[in-house]
């Protein structure tokens, strides 16, 4: 049988019978006696290397790009939305705690459960806990109104089917066919969002939703005396609840007189409304700085509080006076973007390890602390003194998995681990403030330490932290 042969002009031309004039593949492929799969070949190779062969096509390409990138975008801030939306909603007015009240709910594939942190919710986004509290502390912790979208509007995939008809040539009434609406629809829509040349269906459903929204003043806007009439009682430090109560006792039956407490407080919580002051926040009661959730709850949450923690009061006397090795200080040294290495220093030798952590979360650091320690000679770590931080709330997983013993200092003492908080010191040499740790490989923390500890030091008569480490493991071991 002898092998069809076709020129590259032919070749060119089935194509643009898919790209410019919207044939699907299979009728064009029938049309033209050809396998389907030869003419998909030809789209891949012509579309690859002839895009300018193809101006229609590669407008379209461009488009069906742009429509994907977009697609990826709208699916992630929804993601976002969700929940933050249900994070405000069980928001118990605290910095770090939201109940998100959906405990069956998944993200990621990962169970989420009530009383989640800034941090996990930020880690399940990507995002910063700070950026999360921002979103919604914006919202005073109230979950927005869904948006509902009118039913004989168009949606977002009939936009890119109009689209995607423009560019390959149809007109309104092909359209209107297809997608079974009014000509009229088709060409009011075209014409709003810049014409048939310019139309493109993301930004004509973003304008659609914007010119869609309907903001409503709130009742203490458009009535100043009720507004300066709550203002007053509010600084008197009466309850919003209290507020209410007593206008509907006092102006029974006059609407414009009475107001909820929960419009009292949206006032306060939402600042963008520009009703009432932000100062008057101090006069409240429990003075929070967003609304909290009914069914918001803190139990089971340690709220700060290490459980468990051994003080440094508690530690034996032969590790105050450096003269046993094998004790240890250690921290967490910041940097930019919220990244941060461990520090490790044996208190008597000044001999220093430095870990890379994945973030500062307790679970990280204590994975890595314990990857690290396991490394070392038996008896080399018999205890680790630790600042107050929350990074290292998982002590007792650390001293099941390496047989150390935890110490925390107090509150606010960095003195009670003296040589760490030099070595800390130290290091801003190498790591300046300002710097992005997470750049930096174990490799390349291993590197740092081996310089400073091979660096002489005045406390130890100018000897080096790894020829005193060492000398004090070999006499131990």
Same mark, same amino acid.
């Given at each position: 049988?002898?092998?069809?042969?076709?020129?590259?002009?032919?070749?060119?031309?089935?194509?643009?019978?898919?790209?410019?004039?919207?044939?699907?593949?299979?009728?064009?492929?029938?049309?033209?006696?050809?396998?389907?799969?030869?003419?998909?070949?030809?789209?891949?190779?012509? =579309?690859?290397?002839?895009? =300018? /062969?193809?101006?229609?096509?590669?407008?379209?390409?461009?488009? !069906?790009?742009?429509?994907?990138?977009?697609? &990826?975008?709208?699916?992630?801030?929804?993601?976002? *939305?969700?929940?933050?939306?249900?994070?405000?909603?069980?928001?118990?007015? #605290?910095?770090?705690?939201?109940?998100?009240?959906?405990?069956?709910? =998944?993200?990621?594939?990962?169970?989420?459960?009530?009383?989640?942190?800034?941090?996990?919710?930020?880690?399940?986004?990507?995002?910063?806990?700070?950026?999360?509290?921002?979103?919604?502390?914006?919202?005073?912790?109230?979950?927005?109104?869904? &948006?509902?979208?009118?039913?004989?509007?168009?949606?977002? !995939?009939?936009?890119?089917?109009?689209?995607?008809?423009?560019?390959?040539?149809?007109?309104? *009434?092909?359209?209107?066919?297809?997608?079974?609406?009014?000509?009229?629809?088709?060409?009011?829509?075209?014409?709003?969002?810049?014409?048939?040349?310019?139309?493109?269906?993301?930004?004509?459903?973003?304008?659609?939703?914007?010119?869609?929204?309907?903001?409503?003043?709130?009742?203490?806007?458009?009535?100043?005396?009720?507004?300066?009439?709550?203002?007053?009682?509010?600084?008197? #430090?009466?309850?919003?609840?209290?507020?209410?109560?007593?206008?509907?006792?006092?102006? @029974?039956?006059?609407?414009?007189?009475?107001?909820?407490?929960?419009?009292?407080?949206?006032?306060?919580?939402?600042?963008?409304?520009?009703?009432?002051?932000?100062?008057?926040?101090?006069?409240?009661?429990?003075?929070?700085?967003? &609304?909290?959730? *009914?069914?918001?709850?803190?139990?089971?949450?340690?709220?700060?509080?290490?459980?468990?923690?051994?003080?440094?009061?508690?530690?034996? /006397?032969?590790?105050?006076?450096?003269?046993? @090795?094998?004790?240890?200080?250690?921290? !967490?040294?910041?940097?930019?973007?919220?990244?941060?290495?461990?520090?490790?220093?044996?208190?008597?030798?000044?001999?220093?390890?430095?870990?890379?952590?994945?973030?500062?979360?307790?679970?990280?650091?204590?994975?890595?602390?314990?990857?690290?320690?396991?490394?070392?000679?038996?008896?080399?770590?018999?205890?680790?003194?630790?600042?107050?931080?929350?990074?290292?709330?998982?002590?007792?997983?650390?001293?099941?998995?390496?047989?150390?013993?935890?110490?925390?200092?107090?509150?606010?003492? @960095?003195?009670?681990?003296?040589?760490?908080?030099?070595?800390?010191?130290?290091?801003?040499?190498?790591?300046?403030?300002? =710097?992005?740790?997470?750049?930096?490989?174990?490799?390349? !923390?291993? #590197?740092?330490?081996?310089?400073?500890?091979?660096?002489?030091?005045?406390?130890?008569?100018?000897?080096?932290?790894?020829?005193?480490?060492?000398?004090?493991?070999?006499?131990?071991?």
């Amino acid at each position: 049988m002898t092998r069809r042969k076709f020129s590259r002009e032919f070749k060119i031309e089935a194509v643009r019978l898919v790209t410019d004039r919207g044939v699907a593949v299979a009728q064009a492929a029938r049309d033209l006696d050809l396998a389907e799969s030869v003419l998909r070949r030809w789209m891949r190779e012509l =579309t690859a290397t002839q895009a =300018t /062969a193809f101006p229609g096509n590669g407008q379209m390409r461009a488009d !069906l790009a742009e429509i994907a990138a977009l697609k &990826r975008e709208v699916a992630r801030l929804r993601a976002e *939305r969700d929940i933050l939306k249900y994070a405000a909603v069980g928001s118990t007015g #605290q910095r770090n705690i939201f109940n998100l009240r959906c405990s069956e709910r =998944t993200h990621n594939g990962t169970h989420r459960s009530p009383g989640e942190t800034l941090s996990d919710i930020g880690r399940a986004l990507g995002k910063h806990a700070a950026s999360v509290f921002g979103v919604v502390a914006a919202k005073g912790g109230f979950a927005p109104v869904a &948006r509902s979208r009118r039913c004989g509007s168009l949606s977002l !995939l009939e936009r890119e089917e109009i689209s995607r008809g423009l560019v390959a040539g149809r007109s309104f *009434r092909q359209l209107g066919r297809d997608l079974g609406r009014a000509v009229s629809t088709i060409s009011r829509d075209v014409v709003k969002n810049g014409g048939r040349r310019a139309y493109r269906a993301t930004r004509a459903e973003e304008r659609a939703l914007d010119s869609a929204r309907r903001p409503k003043p709130c009742h203490l806007a458009y009535n100043p005396p009720l507004c300066k009439l709550v203002a007053g009682k509010l600084s008197g #430090q009466w309850s919003p609840q209290q507020i209410a109560g007593w206008l509907k006792a006092r102006y @029974p039956g006059d609407a414009s007189m009475n107001v909820s407490h929960e419009t009292i407080y949206k006032s306060l919580f939402i600042q963008a409304r520009g009703v009432l002051r932000k100062e008057l926040l101090a006069h409240l009661r429990n003075r929070r700085i967003m &609304r909290r959730g *009914r069914t918001a709850t803190t139990a089971g949450q340690t709220r700060g509080q290490i459980v468990d923690a051994i003080s440094i009061r508690d530690r034996p /006397a032969e590790i105050e006076d450096r003269a046993i @090795p094998g004790h240890w200080e250690g921290d !967490l040294l910041s940097g930019a973007r919220n990244s941060h290495i461990a520090t490790l220093v044996e208190r008597s030798s000044r001999f220093v390890m430095l870990v890379k952590v994945g973030g500062k979360d307790s679970d990280s650091v204590v994975s890595a602390l314990i990857a690290q320690v396991q490394h070392l000679p038996q008896g080399v770590m018999a205890s680790l003194t630790w600042d107050r931080g929350m990074e290292l709330a998982y002590h007792r997983k650390f001293t099941v998995a390496t047989d150390v013993s935890v110490y925390f200092c107090d509150p606010k003492s @960095p003195w009670q681990r003296g040589s760490n908080e030099n070595t800390n010191g130290l290091l801003r040499q190498y790591f300046p403030n300002g =710097t992005d740790l997470s750049v930096y490989t174990q490799h390349d !923390l291993d #590197q740092v330490a081996l310089r400073l500890n091979t660096r002489p030091r005045k406390t130890l008569g100018f000897q080096t932290p790894a020829v005193t480490f060492n000398r004090a493991v070999a006499l131990t071991g």
